[in-house]
């Protein structure tokens, strides 16, 4: 039986090397909502993600960042989703978004992936895009720089306390997401 629980999944790299980089918005948003709600990671060796359980608003979630790299999230988010028995509609992912300026967020179910390896790779996975996303905006690469290495870049000075704010609004809205709703959501994070 299908269990009460959501899974939200924040989209990243392992290791130092990638730490708060564009990329890992995703990781960094559910890391920091882990941390809002006192809740301490541990590894689970059978999802092959950290996880931390938390509840919020009465609704319990399971936070978890894959230990692998962003174009192989697929498997763990599946073994995650299997593991505590959450069905694919109650999945959250938050990921890094390039057609999104920096400080932008948009929420919505489903949907195409827009060459994210990341997302590829959940949809193949668990066989359906019927989960829900938070996107949160890293914009375009500048000039012609390649969107891979653009991506692997830490944000500039000037760009840090606006991706602040918006990864605590990012987790503010997986919030939001559980307790009211996707509509409620979306009404109030796609007018910032």
């Not at 390896?117 to 949160?136: F, Q």
């Amino acid at each position: 039986m299908a269990d009460d629980r959501w899974l939200v999944v924040g989209l990243g790299n392992p290791g130092e090397r990638y730490e708060h980089t564009r990329h890992n918005v995703g990781a960094d948003t559910v890391r920091r909502l882990a941390a809002e709600q006192h809740g301490s990671f541990k590894r689970n060796k059978r999802t092959r993600c950290d996880v931390a359980e938390v509840t919020v608003g009465g609704q319990r979630l399971v936070l978890a960042v894959p230990d692998s790299y962003m174009n192989r999230s697929g498997d763990p988010t599946q073994a995650a989703a299997a593991w505590y028995k959450v069905p694919t509609e109650r999945v959250i992912v938050c990921h890094d978004d390039l057609d999104l300026e920096p400080g932008r967020l948009r929420l919505k179910r489903g949907g195409g992936h827009a060459g994210h390896n990341g997302l590829k790779d959940i949809d193949r996975a668990l066989g359906s895009r019927d989960y829900l996303r938070v996107r949160i905006g890293i914009g375009r690469p500048p000039g012609r720089m390649p969107a891979r290495d653009h991506v692997l870049r830490r944000f500039a000075p000037s760009e840090r306390e606006t991706m602040d704010v918006t990864l605590a609004e990012a987790a503010e809205a997986v919030v939001t997401l559980v307790t009211d709703g996707l509509e409620p959501a979306q009404n109030r994070y796609h007018t910032r």
